[in-house]
């Protein structure tokens, strides 16, 4: 389904996940295996060369491989197979010791994590310039006050530049999850037929440690054939991404709604129209992102029934593994991306979250009039004297600075300048601001050291 691919999927983590990677990423196994095994003298050295010269993926006749794993069960047994023929074309005798010791879960599992270093190396320039700019555009909206909003409804002010800092917080949060989980992760998986290596007698574990080696991976204490935890938290961080992402999105779609109209996607010629009425802008950056987590928690319920897998090789469970993993990360992969491309070009209308804010016409700062006179008459009987104002001013159509004037139960304590202050939202934001520098304090700290 390749013509989705540019629309839900098209991010640099998706190249990771192609056919003839995935197969190079196995062939480097099998070479890696060799130099190995010959370095600690289980084949002979001269072996070496012919395996890893034909360890080439385009000796690899994808068609036929693809057609002989419906049989085999998986994609190792018959590229084994086609590997070995190719270095039988070169040298009968180095044919023999293709693939010694190994199993076919370890040729696939190691090819998935080699293939998961290379989009986590993706993944981290990407989050590194998400970061960079959700923290230059909270600062520069540290002042920009708007409604805030609960249950839907305005409640009280706040800035877009806070709401940016939420995600920038959220962001450095997961920027730090990944850097804890890539250690556990990248892990060789070498176990051969049950997971003892018994194969290869008392050369396994000296195998093991320069195979490792040879692929710039960790040895495991123990291989892992049928423990998933590594594959469900590298899924699980990527679908968290994902969360995170698609709630700005969903924010700014909602912000960007015509009766709302205080954000937009960039503007530029073909993006975001109609087939049918040509004044949409529609917010296509949102909705990819927003594809992007309908789909993750589904294939993530997938992922998390992989963990239970019969004693020591599954059935069923790692093979639902393959395709699963892949697709959350080309989807955030392409969330991110969306969500780059978003908050770089957004347009965003001061003036228009300043014309929403007068919408309620001083209700929504109802609660800072019944604070300062609650200082007077105690917070039970403000409450209920801003209340009936409130109720009046929505009955009778009058703006709430209007009603309070003329009311002595407020005058009697609180002059008229006194409640044009407490009315004005720009001056109720509380401590958004403060919140906005402790988080980009905290990002100069993660981007430049403290």
């Known amino acids: 389904m390749t013509l989705f691919t540019p629309l839900?999927?098209?991010?640099?983590?998706?190249?990771?996940?192609?056919?003839?990677?995935?197969?190079?990423k196995m062939l480097d196994f099998e070479a890696a295996l060799a130099c190995a095994q010959a370095e600690c003298g289980v084949i002979p050295p001269l072996a070496v060369a012919p395996i890893a010269s034909a360890s080439r993926v385009e000796n690899i006749d994808m068609t036929a491989l693809a057609d002989s794993a419906s049989y085999a069960g998986n994609l190792a047994i018959p590229l084994v197979k086609q590997l070995t023929a190719q270095v039988r074309l070169v040298d009968e005798e180095a044919?023999?010791?293709?693939?010694?010791?190994?199993?076919?879960?370890?040729?696939?599992?190691?090819?998935?994590?080699?293939?998961?270093?290379?989009a986590l190396a993706g993944t981290q320039g990407q989050l590194s310039r998400l970061i960079d700019t959700f923290a230059e555009q909270a600062a520069r909206y540290q002042q920009t006050v708007m409604p805030g909003r609960t249950w839907m409804q305005q409640a009280l002010p706040v800035t877009w530049g806070l709401k940016l800092a939420g995600t920038l917080d959220a962001l450095l949060r997961w920027q730090t999850r990944l850097q804890q989980l890539l250690p556990r992760l990248m892990v060789l998986q070498f176990g051969g037929a049950?997971?003892?290596?018994?194969?290869?007698?008392?050369?396994?574990?000296?195998?093991?440690?320069?195979?490792?080696?040879?692929?710039?991976?960790?040895?495991p204490d123990t291989p892992w054939h049928t423990q998933r935890d590594r594959l469900l938290e590298v899924g699980a961080w990527y679908a968290g991404v994902g969360g995170t992402l698609a709630k700005f999105a969903q924010d700014f779609s909602l912000l960007m709604q015509t009766e709302v109209a205080e954000v937009s996607e960039a503007d530029a010629p073909g993006r975001g129209g109609s087939s049918a009425m040509p004044h949409k802008r529609n917010p296509v950056s949102c909705a990819s992102i927003l594809t992007a987590m309908q789909r993750t928690p589904g294939l993530m319920t997938t992922l998390y029934s992989c963990q239970l897998q019969q004693h020591e090789r599954a059935l069923g469970g790692w093979q639902a593994e393959w395709e699963v993993l892949p697709e959350i990360i080309m989807l955030v992969g392409h969330a991110m991306e969306q969500t780059q491309h978003l908050t770089q070009h957004m347009q965003v209308f001061p003036d228009k979250m300043r014309e929403n804010l007068d919408i309620t016409r001083?209700?929504?700062?109802?609660?800072?009039?019944?604070?300062?006179?609650?200082?007077?008459?105690?917070?039970?009987?403000?409450?209920?004297v801003l209340e009936s104002l409130c109720r009046r001013s929505v009955e009778e159509n009058t703006p709430l600075q209007m009603m309070l004037v003329n009311e002595p139960r407020v005058t009697d304590y609180l002059t008229i300048s006194q409640i044009a202050r407490l009315l004005d939202p720009t001056g109720a934001t509380g401590s958004a601001g403060i919140f906005v520098e402790r988080v980009l304090s905290r990002y100069k700290e993660h981007r430049y050291g403290s």
């Open 95 to 118: 044919a023999r010791y293709v693939h010694w010791g190994a199993t076919s879960q370890d040729v696939i599992d190691t090819g998935t994590i080699l293939q998961l270093r290379e």
């Open 362 to 384: 001083g209700l929504m700062m109802a609660e800072s009039v019944t604070l300062a006179l609650a200082a007077f008459i105690g917070k039970a009987d403000a409450h209920h």
């Open 194 to 219: 049950a997971g003892t290596l018994a194969s290869l007698k008392e050369d396994a574990l000296p195998v093991a440690e320069k195979l490792a080696q040879a692929l710039g991976l960790a040895l």
């Open 8 to 24: 839900m999927r098209g991010s640099a983590l998706t190249e990771p996940f192609s056919d003839s990677n995935l197969v190079q």
